[in-house]
């Protein structure tokens, strides 16, 4: 079975803090995403990569930036987080367009 | 840029009854689709999918969904549900060109004893 791996399930960080979230996926695939999970929204893509060193901005990528040094790990990066990125955040990563695999998720609290 | 659409926000349905969750996209090219359902606290899980073929399409847990290109519809059902079917649902297409996955914003079945 595929496996898609965040590295928390829940953080609380302060505002300001620069903040890492790690994804690692184990079935060697090409694609890998980051997205924001907010109540009534539904899910927003943050970022997309189709390679390592590749990323596509999508459709929020204000105050976010991704780093994918090897293919199987790609890490977003809150700059200097700020309350209104207290979130859901979901990695997922995918082999082509066939079917995504989404982690469990990363519930991060900015105060 | 393609689009989902999904109707109902809320879906309360009494347990061992029909439920139909509608899903609707936008676009100008082939896409392919699907349904993920996500429990409290999880990510989400694929349920079934829609690459070509048969248009209606079996998944996971006794659901399944029907492809109509003409109505660019996506509908999600399941003739009885249970109290474990209790979930946030979403609808979802993906564009063969850029390997890009878009969401509906979903809807929250919830079944009621």
């Known amino acids: 079975d595929v496996k898609v791996t965040q590295s928390s399930r829940y953080l609380v960080k302060r505002t300001g803090e620069k903040v890492f979230l790690e994804c690692v996926q184990d079935?060697?695939?090409?694609?890998m995403f980051w997205y924001r999970q907010d109540p009534g929204l539904g899910l927003r893509l943050i970022y997309f990569?189709?390679?390592?060193?590749?990323?596509e901005k999508g459709d929020i990528p204000e105050g976010y930036s991704v780093s994918r040094e090897k293919k199987e790990r790609f890490s977003l990066i809150l700059e200097s987080a700020s309350t209104n990125q207290t979130s859901m955040y979901l990695c997922?990563?995918?082999?082509?367009?066939?079917?995504?695999?989404f982690g469990q998720g990363t519930r991060l609290t900015v105060v | 840029a393609q689009s989902v659409t999904q109707l109902d926000s809320q879906v309360p349905v009494f347990e061992e009854a029909p439920v139909e969750l509608r899903c609707n996209y936008s676009s100008s090219v082939s896409v392919y689709l699907f349904w993920y359902v996500q429990y409290p606290n999880q990510g989400l899980q694929l349920l079934l999918k829609?690459?070509?073929?048969?248009?209606l399409v079996k998944g996971i847990n006794g659901f399944e969904a029907e492809f109509n290109k003409s109505q660019t519809s996506f509908h999600l059902r399941k003739p009885s549900v249970h109290i474990s079917d209790t979930a946030e649902y979403f609808c979802a297409v993906s564009d063969p060109r850029y390997g890009q996955f878009y969401f509906g914003t979903g809807t929250s079945l919830t079944v009621i004893p």
């Open positions: 829609y690459l070509s073929g048969s248009t």
């Open positions: 990569s189709y390679d390592v060193k590749m990323k």
């Open positions: 997922a990563s995918s082999l082509f367009y066939t079917e995504a695999f």
């Open positions: 079935m060697d695939h090409e694609n």
